[in-house]
């Protein structure tokens, strides 16, 4: 198989970063939410995972999925307070993490996000990769408060910080810090038991992946629940495990990659096999991908 062929059929399996969902079953998906620590919930549905701030202040999100899936995640969210959805951080531009925008920005909900998120929106997006187009969005689809480096929000008694990190999985990505309840939201900087995608056509970079995996690392606890882009909840020691598997395949990709190797032979050489067991997940095309990825940020 060719790596084009490849990538397409690690999409096909992985789904997880495109806006196109008219496959998608939206009947079939059930939105859940989980307590993770403090004022902090989290959601799982279809798409990234949304964290979800509740207090006094009412309530604010980090990601809002699909489009199709806003009414499920308002009526989750309802379970957990009756008082308004004010603010939405966008932790990057993919669609599974902005899709709700739209619906909710027409509400009254102010969405928020680094400066480059709204930028490419508007702009549209092409992924080479994966073949994959977004059309340009306008009006309540875009973030109304954007911001360059960091910006904070203080309601539901604590501050919660969002940390641009640069290039990493995109050139826009937000970790989201809630510093008194102890949670990090760390957007698709962070893929809990999947190989990650880096979306290297958008300012991705392995480098910054890593870069943003010991960020957070510098800022936690034992005690620190980390909430990633997708998969399960997580910890710091979690976290370490992960930002070491990508340091271990970005070293052997570079060295491959500078004694001569093409990515072809890359792949076939077997780089990231002794990670597959926890790292597996994404499918059985997803690890060449990933060394793809790696491969091309080099
Ligand atoms: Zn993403």
């Known amino acids: 198989m060719t790596i084009k062929k490849l990538l397409l059929a690690a999409l096909s399996v992985g789904a997880f970063m495109t806006t196109s969902v008219s496959a998608q079953n939206w009947d ?17 549905g279809a798409g990234g995972n949304i964290g979800v701030s509740v207090g006094e202040d ?26 308004p959805i004010r603010f939405a951080i966008n932790t990057h531009f993919h669609g599974d993490h ?30 080479k990769a994966f073949n994959n187009r977004t059309e340009p969005q306008d009006g309540f689809a875009l973030p109304t ?25 995109t050139d826009g990505d937000s970790i989201v810090h809630f510093e008194g309840s102890n949670v990090v939201h760390m957007g698709d900087t962070f893929f809990n038991g999947r190989f990650p995608f880096i979306d290297v056509d958008s300012g991705g970079s392995i480098d910054g992946v890593i870069a943003a995996a010991n960020k957070v690392l ?3 606890d034992e005690g620190t629940r980390i909430i990633p882009g997708h998969g399960p909840v997580s910890d710091k020691a979690g976290l370490m495990m992960y930002r070491d598997m990508l340091v271990t395949v970005r070293d052997r990709v570079a060295e491959m990659k500078s004694a001569g190797n093409s990515l072809e032979e890359v792949v076939a050489a077997g ?3 002794d990670f597959k ?3 597996g997940a994404g499918g059985e095309q ?10 091309n940020s080099l």
């Open 28 to 44: 079939a998906v059930q939105v859940r939410s989980e307590k993770v620590a403090g004022n902090v919930y989290v959601l799982f």
């Open 58 to 83: 009412g309530v604010f999100i980090v990601d809002d999925q699909f489009a199709p899936l806003t009414e499920k995640i308002k009526a989750a969210i309802a379970e957990l307070s009756d008082k």
């Open 98 to 127: 902005t899709g709700g925008n739209e619906n909710l920005g027409r509400e009254g909900t102010v969405i928020v996000a680094h400066d480059n998120v709204r930028i490419r929106m508007a702009a549209g997006s092409f992924i």
């Open 145 to 169: 408060v954007t911001f360059n480096d960091q910006a904070s929000l203080h309601l539901n008694g604590e501050q919660t910080r969002m940390h641009h990190v640069s290039n990493a999985h």
């Open 218 to 220: 510098g800022i936690v």
């Open 271 to 273: 780089v990231v096999d």
């Open 277 to 279: 067991e926890n790292y």
């Open 286 to 295: 997803w690890p060449a991908a990933f060394v793809s990825f790696v491969y």
